[in-house]
């Protein structure tokens, strides 16, 4: 579908430090916007990068209709610009969508839409190593009603925004026995905006306790572990790799994840999605057979972790050796993403 576009005159990319990018301070010059009215989608364009203008009245304001997405772009060695796995992002966005009340997003306007916003901003790619473009679509509701209803007009748009190689620091991790991210029923497996609401407060708190991460609980027990911050948990007890599965409703299904979940079965790694205690994790780790632990998730890839602490027990964990687990997925997903390797599953989608 060819979408109506408006080019910037003059492009901001010299404001980008390639050797010094900080992510979400500067956005790509354009972004795509499409409005929803009367049950339709309108045309989708891609306009220069600007403020929206909004009723102080706007539901999603007051009411928190929206949702949203995370994507990188890679620039390969031979400069073709290429997406992780979009597809799974546009079928998972339509899901919170509709937990959230809010209408699909057709291909036409989610990937047509992304693949030519970034095939126009292809410079804002950067190549080094590590290197991203962090794609982010989002959608909103826009009526300007504060009565309470679900909306009936809604604005999705795609910004995306330049990220710089991520060295992830192992990091310590609370493990709540307080706070709950996400219960049965609620809307913990969409990717809602009020679900990072509800934790700023308790990672204020840990942080001020000296930790990086809360490693969230089930909401009834307090025992079964859901997430690391934003990201999905994986725990290598002994030579078993142990994420806690997706049955419950609460986890966020990510991308990542399910990568990860693939190429652990192709190097007949043993993976078990099953829920998985704080006790358990608390044994192994007795028995000294907590050997790795980390999360995942599209902003860090992997981000290892060093402690967890959990009811006055610090739990040590050492850091990811070469060959270790950790750190074969992190490079077979870099190689994969940079193209060093066939991607054999088909995983990058070419943008030109
Ligand atoms: C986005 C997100 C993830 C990670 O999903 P990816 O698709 O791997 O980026 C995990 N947990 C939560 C709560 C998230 O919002």
């Not at 010094?20 to 790509?28: A, L, P, Q, R, T």
């Not at 809602?192 to 089930?218: C, F, H, S």
């Not at 704080?278 to 890839?301: K, P, R």
């Not at 981000?303 to 967890?308: D, G, Q, S, T």
Request: hydrophobic share 40%; proline share 5%; aromatic share 10%.
């Amino acid at each position: 579908m060819e979408i109506i576009t408006q080019k910037v005159s003059d492009s901001r990319i010299n404001q980008v430090d390639p050797l010094d990018i900080k992510f979400g301070k500067i956005y790509s010059d354009h972004m795509l916007v499409a409005d929803y009215q009367n049950e339709q989608w309108s045309k989708a364009e891609i306009v220069p990068y600007e403020d929206l203008v909004l009723s102080p009245a706007t539901t999603c304001l007051h009411y928190g209709q929206a949702i949203f997405e995370g994507i990188k772009a890679y620039k390969t060695p031979s400069g073709e610009v290429k997406i992780f796995r979009p597809y799974e992002n546009w079928k998972r966005f339509n899901l919170s969508a509709q937990r959230m009340g809010m209408p699909d997003v057709p291909e036409n306007i989610f990937m047509d839409g992304m693949k030519q916003l970034i095939a126009l901003d292809r410079d804002w790619v950067p190549s080094s190593e590590g290197c991203s473009l962090y794609i982010r679509p989002f959608m909103i509701a826009t009526d300007a009603f504060i009565g309470v209803k679900p909306a009936e007009e809604f604005k999705f748009i795609i910004i995306s925004s330049p990220a710089g190689a991520y060295y992830a620091q192992p990091i310590k991790i609370f493990v709540h026995d307080k706070y709950t991210r996400a219960c049965a029923g609620g809307v913990g497996e969409a990717k809602a905006a009020g679900n990072y609401g509800a934790t700023m407060m308790p990672m204020m708190e840990v942080r001020k306790m000296g930790y990086d991460q809360i490693l969230w609980t089930d909401a009834v027990h307090h025992k079964y572990v859901q997430e690391i911050g934003t990201m999905n948990v994986f725990f290598v007890l002994g030579d078993t790799v142990v994420t806690p599965d997706l049955k419950g409703g609460t986890i966020l299904a990510g991308v990542t994840r399910a990568s990860m979940i693939e190429i652990l079965k192709e190097k007949g790694i043993k993976i078990e999605e099953r829920p998985i205690s704080i006790d358990e994790i608390s044994a192994a780790y007795d028995a000294g057979q907590l050997n790795e632990c980390f999360g995942a998730g599209t902003a860090a890839v992997v981000a290892p972790i060093a402690e967890l602490h959990y009811e006055g027990k610090d739990m040590k964990v050492n850091t990811p050796k070469e060959n270790s687990i950790t750190d074969m997925l992190k490079k077979e997903l870099a190689d994969i993403r940079y193209g060093r390797i066939d991607d054999k599953h088909n995983w990058m989608y070419k943008v030109c």
